[in-house]
């Protein structure tokens, strides 16, 4: 019986980094100490980096999407919410930058996480330096935790160029005249989670969209 043709890649790669997004901003809410919830995010991670990858070399290839659906239902069906209180500002700053502009989800939040995240990084640098050894397998000797930290952080800026995503707002058509008056409409307006690594406020989201550009 024939399968129907795959997701579009474009699409297909939005929501692939999308469901890591949701894995991220839960993995990144509190408590950062070891806990069950956490061990299963970063096996849901690995396995979305993993089989994007797969999924961009083999495109008629069902079985990474296949992984990906399973590893989507993970990654918002509560499990790795189970005990945590979630971080998810990123979601947030999208989704208003969403509202004014009308970019793709998954997109969008690739250009928004690397930045917050080094924004954010000095509020849990331990679980920050534990998400790039976990996640990306980054080795710890001869690296402080912040080092370390911020070296995980460029693996995922890493990632999102090696599969194609926009890594700038420019890339995505969000420039020109009128782009900072708009993107500090879109500050003003995101709701603040106060459950993030280090709480922004609007004045620091602006900061972050301005250096997106």
Not at 132 to 146: C, H, K, M
Not at 168 to 192: C, F, H, N, Q
Request: proline share 5%.
């Amino acid at each position: 019986m024939p399968c129907r043709p795959p997701t579009p890649m474009k699409q297909a790669l939005s929501g692939a980094f999308d469901m890591l997004s949701h894995s991220m901003e839960t993995y990144f809410g509190a408590p950062h100490d070891n806990n069950l919830s956490d061990l299963i995010a970063e096996a849901n991670m690995r396995c979305i980096i993993d089989n994007t990858r797969k999924m961009i070399a083999a495109p008629e290839d069902l079985a990474p999407r296949s992984e990906l659906f399973w590893a989507s239902a993970m990654a918002e069906n509560g499990i790795l919410k189970i005990g945590k209180q979630t971080a998810f500002q990123a979601h947030m700053i999208e989704h208003q930058l969403g509202a004014y502009t009308d970019c793709n989800h998954g997109f969008g939040l690739a250009v928004i996480h690397p930045t917050m995240y080094r924004h954010m990084m000095s509020g849990a640098p331990e679980k920050f330096a534990r998400f790039a050894a976990a996640v990306w397998g980054i080795d710890a000797d001869g690296r402080t935790t912040e080092e370390l930290a911020a070296a995980g952080i460029d693996a995922l800026e890493a990632l999102i160029a090696e599969i194609g995503l926009s890594a700038k707002l420019s890339d995505m058509g969000i420039e020109g005249e009128g782009v900072d008056e708009m993107l500090r409409a879109v500050a003003d307006s995101t709701i603040i989670i106060p459950t993030c690594p280090r709480v922004l406020d609007a004045d620091e989201v602006y900061e972050i969209l301005e250096e997106c550009k």
